[in-house]
């Protein structure tokens, strides 16, 4: 079954620390990973998108690395600030793509930088 | 270039009431796809338009139905509401030649 698992579920940092969060998916073979940024009551905001023969993408303070042959997918943010405080989810478009409803979609995680 | 726009964004209801959410693509955009999101469950996938017709529908009750207008515009509604029907919906719309995710504000509704 495709499926997408991120950890951790949550996680509590001190402003201006790094950090990394970790996508790890079963959906083989894969058109494109995604990582989005959804701050608390908004729609998710599309942060970086990697085909299966990229290893990494940046986008300002957040990198995503892709390693296709684990299955594993990072988004490590850099210099945190207040405004990074949000849920970060990972999106896996299996390859036989078409509708947007077989995008595999991970729980996400929620980062809290404090002060 | 104006973005997802949905409406209403907030809205409480009771149960049995049935409710209608809109949605405005980006314009161009001629996919729109719906989903539900609720704490602990992630983004649940509900229906995918693309030029008026259900292109892919998720796993929910008949209950939840939607629809497509000719501009792209996108209605969902939900009928005899239940208390778990209460999370945010969230509408998207997308080009078909890249895919990308677009997201709306989404529609935050309260079944009491």
């Known amino acids: 079954k495709n499926q997408v698992e991120q950890s951790p579920q949550s996680l509590i940092i001190l402003e201006g620390k790094n950090c990394t969060l970790q996508c790890n998916y079963t959906v083989s073979p894969f058109s494109n990973l995604r990582w989005y940024k959804q701050d608390t009551g908004r729609g998710p905001v599309s942060l970086t998108i990697m085909t299966f023969s990229e290893n990494t993408k940046s986008n300002g303070r957040y990198t995503a690395t892709l390693d296709a042959d684990t299955k594993q997918s990072s988004l490590h943010i850099t210099a945190s600030q207040l405004s990074d405080s949000a849920s970060y989810i990972c999106v896996v478009t299996p390859n036989y793509g078409g509708s947007q409803g077989n995008l595999i979609f991970g729980k996400g995680t929620k980062l809290s930088v404090k002060p | 270039k104006a973005g997802v726009t949905q409406t209403p964004r907030y809205l409480i209801k009771t149960r049995g009431q049935q409710v209608t959410l809109s949605c405005s693509p980006i314009s161009g955009h001629r996919s729109v796809s719906w989903y539900q999101q609720t704490p602990g469950q992630g983004l649940q996938f509900l229906f995918e338009?693309?030029?008026?017709?259900?292109?892919n529908k998720g796993n929910f009750p008949g209950r939840f139905s939607g629809r497509q207008f000719s501009n792209s515009r996108s209605e969902m509604n939900v009928s005899t509401l239940e208390l778990g029907d209460s999370a945010l919906y969230l509408c998207?719309?997308?080009?078909?030649?890249?895919?990308?995710?677009?997201f709306g504000e989404g529609s935050r509704l309260t079944v009491l």
């Open positions: 998207a719309s997308s080009l078909v030649q890249t895919g990308e995710l677009f």
């Open positions: 338009y693309f030029s008026e017709t259900q292109r």
